[in-house]
């Protein structure tokens, strides 16, 4: 390998280090700043499917203008692979620069949580800058979000009306039982 190569191999591993770095540390700023869990860590939430969690969260914060996101779009616009999710729901608001949007994720790796938590935080990050800048009512939506893994469940929801989706989120809360072998 010539020198040339192996000090631009050296600058790609230092920039790609950076950058994992990078999207680690906004992850954990971002998760300080949103998304204040009500849960006790010995519940879990059980659906039969991510659209029955979506859409009590939907009528309980009265979000009427909606579109649902198909699966490549939903992949889309959070970014991870589709192997990482067994099911998912996400409904974003039709209004122009309105901030709501609900998203229901059920792990088929629980594995992978992580990844899907940095996509997730990836896309708060952008809309945050946006609405930064067009915005400050909507803004806030996005700074107060509700961001939730529980189990095998990863939600969020950006509503002026959090109090409202953390009553629908907790309604599909049980006790977790072990099973005793």
Do not use: P
């Not at 067009?134 to 509700?146: F, G, M």
């Not at 409202?164 to 309604?171: N, P």
Request: proline content about 0%; hydrophobic content about 45%; aromatic content about 10%.
């Amino acid at each position: 390998m010539s020198k040339k190569t192996a000090v631009a191999c050296f600058v790609a591993v230092v920039a790609l280090v950076g950058c994992v770095l990078f999207a680690f540390g906004n992850f954990g700023d971002l998760l300080d700043k949103i998304g204040a869990t009500h849960t006790d860590s010995s519940q879990v939430i059980i659906a039969d499917s991510t659209a029955e969690i979506a859409d009590a969260i939907r009528e309980s914060i009265g979000l009427h203008d909606y579109a649902s996101l198909d699966n490549e779009q939903i992949l889309t616009h959070f970014g991870f692979d589709s192997d990482i999710i067994a099911d998912s729901t996400v409904y974003t608001s039709t209004k122009q620069n309105d901030a709501d949007e609900i998203a229901v994720f059920k792990l088929a790796d629980m594995d992978k949580s992580d990844e899907v938590m940095v996509a997730i935080s990836d896309r708060l990050s952008l809309k945050l800058k946006t609405f930064d800048v067009l915005n400050s009512y909507e803004y806030d939506k996005v700074e107060n979000a509700i961001f939730l893994n529980k189990g095998e469940y990863i939600i969020l929801v950006t509503t002026a009306k959090t109090d409202s989706a953390w009553a629908a989120i907790e309604s599909f809360y049980q006790q977790e039982t072990t099973v005793k072998k």
